[in-house]
């Protein structure tokens, strides 16, 4: 068993009924948690500050070009290759994310490794510069939400799943349940804003494999396109609101980038969609 698998292993087979628990662990997925990055640790990307983009390309703006994107993220392919996580990034390069400061539209750049690049200045006082943070990561599991649809494929459906996994009573005298324990392991993992590459992404209303099912007209939970086409999509970057770069977007609301796994194999990031997930 992986490292980043044996502490939440061993929560679920303590909790949990023998299949009930091989079943939860056999969904879980590796993510790099991004964070702050202390004096000599590794930076693999960062949030705010200006971009540096490659030579000859506008600084990027709303589809009708009339107003430009802000930058919010930073990822340097390369050094994000060290870690473990369930979706195929490129092996070096950067990825760029912009988006307008209400997160209505957004673009996503890749810059291939070798590309000849320039910190670009911001083009005016509409684009939002916010403040520069260096990015560390390390892996950590992560687990499908209540309402994720690949729930459906493992248990049969949501409620089954319900029922199982989230509702099985620990204490027949105080009726605890494991979703309180469930919830005690991921609090004691935090640390700052829960910024995420891969993984599952913290659906605050639905996540974002449903939400692109959704968006695709494939019907709902339980619909062989729906779940066949949620199976496609994963979560490239979740962004948290975070006060030390003064990204904030109202309501305590999260951006979920989420990508096709063929789209990510053929390094086509013009088509990934944004969630914006709200309290």
């Avoid at 490292?3 to 303590?14: N, Y």
């Avoid at 971009?51 to 802000?70: F, Q, T, V």
């Avoid at 979706?87 to 673009?107: K, V």
């Amino acid at each position: 068993m992986k490292d980043w698998m044996i502490d939440f292993a061993e929560l679920a087979r303590e909790e949990l009924p023998p299949e009930t628990a091989e079943r939860l662990i056999g969904l879980l997925r590796p993510a790099i948690r991004l964070s702050a990055a202390e004096a000599g640790e590794t930076v693999v990307g960062r949030l705010g500050g200006l971009p540096k983009l490659p030579d000859g390309m506008a600084w990027p703006s709303l589809s009708d070009g009339d107003r430009p994107l802000s930058f919010l993220a930073e990822l340097d392919c390369g050094a994000l290759a060290r870690y473990e996580v369930d979706i195929s990034l490129p092996d070096a390069g950067t990825l760029l994310f912009f988006a307008t400061t209400d997160a209505n539209e957004h673009q996503v750049i890749y810059v291939p490794h070798g590309t000849a690049v320039a910190e670009r200045p911001a083009p005016d006082d509409r684009v939002e510069v916010y403040a520069e943070l260096p990015l560390a990561a390390t892996t950590e599991p992560t687990w499908p939400p209540r309402d994720h649809p690949v729930l459906v494929d493992v248990f049969g459906s949501l409620q089954e799943a319900e029922e199982t996994v989230w509702h099985h009573v620990l204490d027949e005298d105080t009726l605890e349940v494991f979703e309180e324990q469930l919830r005690l392991f991921e609090d004691g993992g935090k640390d700052g804003p829960p910024h995420q590459v891969g993984g599952y992404s913290d659906a605050l209303q639905s996540p974002i494999e449903a939400v692109a099912a959704h968006a695709a007209g494939t019907g709902s939970y339980g619909d062989p396109a729906f779940q066949e086409e949620a199976r496609q999509w994963v979560t490239l970057l979740q962004l948290a609101e975070d006060g030390r770069t003064g990204m904030l977007w109202g309501d305590d609301a999260w951006l979920i980038w989420g990508i096709r796994r063929d789209h990510l194999a053929a390094r086509d990031f013009s088509k990934v969609h944004l969630h914006v997930a709200g309290h």
